[in-house]
């Protein structure tokens, strides 16, 4: 008999995994960022905000970043890397 994982059970190994993933660190180059705002639309979690005024994104929060690498896959100027 298989044991269904529990809410609980599958929290704790995505947050393993996160933890796993959050060795990476995002590494943003902002003078070639022109503010599409990619990232900003796809961060799970809210790690991007945009300078509206500037035309630039801001990265705050890293330590809520999970690695997912959207914003690396998104940005069409290669202004974000995680590594
Ligand atoms: S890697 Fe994922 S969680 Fe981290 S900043 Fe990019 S989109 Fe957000
Ligand atoms: S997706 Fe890239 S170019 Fe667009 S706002 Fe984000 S960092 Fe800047």
Redesign the pocket.
């Known amino acids: 008999m298989t044991t269904e994982p529990t809410l609980l059970s599958s929290l704790t190994e995505n947050l393993e995994l996160a933890r796993k993933l959050r060795k990476l660190e995002i590494h ?3 003078d ?11 961060c799970p979690v809210g790690c ?1 905000t ?1 300078d509206y005024e500037k ?3 801001i ?1 705050q929060d890293a330590e809520r970043c999970i690695a997912c690498g959207a ?1 690396v896959l ?7 890397e995680l590594r």
């Open positions: 943003f180059y902002p070639r960022c022109r503010g599409v705002w990619q990232c900003y639309e796809v991007w945009p035309r630039v994104v990265f914003c998104q940005c069409p100027e290669k202004a974000i």
